[in-house]
């Protein structure tokens, strides 16, 4: 996260807080008194179409692959505050893995010694086949 609250994606991009929804909630499961009274859930939505810190590009990447709307939830802790942080960590995550561009494959071919031991490799395991059958009468 920057001084300015933006939530930082990628070291070139970042998305204005103005464009993240967040909303609380009481987390489910077993708890206490505490765990009845406190709006600790967060969910930070981020509405991609309207998102002012992506490229049109990268708007149709992340929405390609998560979506028009992407969310992140957090409920680990009985923080708001810790929960929002965790939230908003994980969103940037999701939106850094959908950013990612893999490298495109260069075909290789295999090398002679790679060709002859793996023909090498299965002539050892048609010999241990072969031997396995029942042996030969010598009537």
Do not use: F, W
């Not at 309207?50 to 049109?56: E, F």
């Not at 031991?117 to 002539?123: D, I």
């Amino acid at each position: 996260m920057v001084a300015d609250d933006r939530l930082r994606i990628t070291p070139t991009v970042a998305v204005a807080a103005a464009d993240l929804t967040y909303r609380v909630s009481r987390s489910g499961g077993p708890g206490g008194q505490h765990a009845n009274t406190s709006d600790t859930r967060v969910e930070v939505t981020l509405d991609v179409r309207h998102c002012t810190g992506l490229t049109a590009q990268q708007r149709s990447l992340v929405m390609s692959r998560l979506g028009p709307v992407v969310r992140a939830v957090a409920a680990d802790t009985r923080s708001q505050a810790k929960n929002r942080d965790l939230a908003r960590s994980r969103l940037a995550g999701r939106l850094a893995a959908a950013l990612r561009v893999s490298p495109t494959r260069r075909p290789t071919r295999a090398t002679r010694g790679a060709k002859e031991a793996r023909l090498a490799g299965k002539r050892r395991r048609s010999d241990v086949k072969r031997l396995r059958g029942r042996p030969e009468r010598d009537d």
